[in-house]
């Protein structure tokens, strides 16, 4: 495997349900990031890990709870959701958060559908 | 409130035509320009970015122009192609630190025609 991964690539949930979203990047980078997109909106971001530690968190519901556990794996832990929260999630990874103008490396996405 | 407005939403080019997408920033503080290009089932991946110290920047043929003065920027596809069609986003930051972020236009359908 080479970049971002992301897995599922495509998600069916109930608004009981919980399910985690997974990430894995294969770049020796030490900033991952998850970030939502949704049609006709901006690109959002939800949270920012540097170094396995979160540095921002985007305002985003208690009901997306990441994990970080190492620099090449993030998580988004999926509880109660609601159909709006439908939309394909991102995965991105940079090689160091707190150097200028850095590139980030997106995965492919996980499509998610709230029922 | 929207920091970076990108326009058009949706933009039909002939083969072989140029395609162009504006945006325009608020945020004067912003020093890093960066435009992604997502094909679908895809993540969006670096095309070509620029920085405020110069008012051009070109490859291949995509091309970056900047007015620092109207902060707006705009990409240029010259001599555009049925590959070329995709989702196009303009992007901004402040340098870097630990308040590095980037802030997302809204996006652009590119369909070019055969």
């Known amino acids: 495997e080479t970049g971002v991964t992301q897995t599922p690539r495509h998600l069916v949930m109930g608004m009981t349900n919980k399910k985690s979203l997974k990430c894995e990047q294969h770049?020796?980078?030490?900033?991952m990031y998850w970030y939502k997109q949704s049609a006709k909106k901006p690109l959002e971001l939800m949270f920012v890990y540097n170094f396995k530690e979160q540095t921002e968190n985007n305002s985003v519901p208690s009901r997306f709870s990441p994990e970080c556990p190492n620099s090449s794996h993030l998580f988004l832990h999926l509880h109660t959701l609601q159909p709006e929260d439908s939309a394909l999630y991102l995965c991105?990874?940079?090689?160091?958060?707190?150097?200028?103008?850095?590139?980030?490396?997106f995965g492919p996405g996980t499509r998610l559908l709230v029922l | 409130q929207q920091q970076v407005k990108q326009s058009p939403q949706s933009l039909i080019v002939q083969k072989g035509g140029i395609s162009i997408i504006n945006c325009a920033y608020e945020n004067t503080a912003f020093d890093y320009f960066p435009w992604y290009q997502q094909f679908p089932g895809k993540g969006p991946a670096l095309l070509i970015a620029i920085r405020p110290d110069v008012s051009e920047k070109k490859e291949g043929r995509f091309t970056i122009s900047f007015n620092k003065s109207a902060k707006q920027f705009s990409l240029h596809i010259m001599d555009s192609q049925p590959g070329d069609s995709a989702t196009y986003f303009c992007?901004?930051?402040?340098?870097?630190?630990?308040?590095?972020?980037?802030?997302f236009g809204k996006g652009t359908l590119l369909t070019v025609n055969p």
């Open positions: 770049l020796g980078h030490n900033a």
């Open positions: 991105a990874s940079s090689q160091d958060p707190l150097a200028a103008y850095e590139t980030q490396y």
């Open positions: 992007a901004a930051s402040i340098g870097g630190g630990s308040n590095y972020k980037l802030t």
